[in-house]
């Protein structure tokens, strides 16, 4: 767990699951969760929205909250980045993903309980909790992406190929690659639905070992599944650069990405 609060703040409102509205003004954003979007613009709320928010209305109540700082204090929309606790000293994040009622997501550099939340929403995976129950928040496939396709998603697919430059790429069986951070030691841990690739590396070295990546041999052909947020790149960039796969989804953490075994 991160240390004592480093702010203690008021809430004036809750926005959606994973926002909240301060008394002062700022905005803070859930470090490590995404709840689902409340219905905007013309567009319908997500499954389990609305029970999202009010079960952070009921967890947080009118007592002060606790704000806790990882190594980003912000992102790009100005937004404070934390970890909430209530007047209890309860975490928000932990449940909120022990209810089924976000997603567990880890971006970098804020990872300092990245395992902890992977765990909580394990147990509400195997337990079939809000959006784990079925038919809930249905996967979609790579293969099946078209254009209008977009924003948050939980996406299955077949590895096809492995490319790296800055990044290793995961080309998938449709028009969508994974691109995964290279950084020392990512990707190497194990949690449900996925294999320990170190001892596969102490047994069997490979040169793509030293980056701290799996070798390319353990991608290949596997079906992976991923949260995150897919990004179309459009029309334009996809007759212009044909070699690539137009829509992409960029993985920080081996929390976020799972690897079947077969």
């Known amino acids: 767990m991160l240390g004592p609060a480093d702010e203690i703040v008021t809430l004036k409102k809750v926005q959606d699951g994973d926002t909240l509205l301060l008394r002062d003004g700022r905005r803070v954003r859930l470090i490590g969760v995404n709840a689902p979007e409340l219905a905007r613009d013309g567009r319908p709320a997500q499954p389990l929205a609305l029970e999202s928010r009010q079960f952070v209305e009921r967890f947080l109540g009118r007592g002060e909250l606790k704000l806790v700082y990882d190594r980003d204090r912000h992102d790009r929309y100005g937004r404070l980045l934390a970890h909430v606790h209530n007047s209890r000293g309860d975490s928000l994040e932990a449940a909120l993903l022990s209810a089924g009622l976000a997603f567990h997501v880890?971006?970098?550099?804020?990872?300092?309980?990245?395992?902890?939340?992977a765990q909580r929403q394990a147990q509400a995976r195997r337990a079939g909790r809000g959006l784990w129950a079925e038919g809930v928040w249905p996967v979609l496939q790579a293969r099946d992406v078209r254009p209008g396709d977009g924003g948050f998603v939980r996406l299955r697919g077949r590895v096809l190929a492995v490319e790296r430059n800055r990044f290793v790429w995961l080309e998938l069986d449709g028009p969508v690659a994974v691109r995964l951070r290279q950084a020392p030691r990512e990707f190497n841990h194990t949690q449900d639905h996925t294999e320990n690739y170190k001892q596969d590396q102490d047994r069997d070295p490979d040169p793509d070992a030293e980056s701290g990546q799996p070798p390319r041999r353990h991608w290949l052909n596997r079906e992976i599944e991923v949260k995150g947020w897919l990004v179309d790149r459009g029309a334009k960039y996809a007759s212009r650069h044909p070699q690539n796969k137009r829509w992409f989804i960029a993985i920080d953490s081996e929390f976020t990405i799972e690897i079947s075994r077969n």
């Open 106 to 117: 880890a971006i970098a550099p804020n990872l300092s309980l990245a395992e902890c939340l």
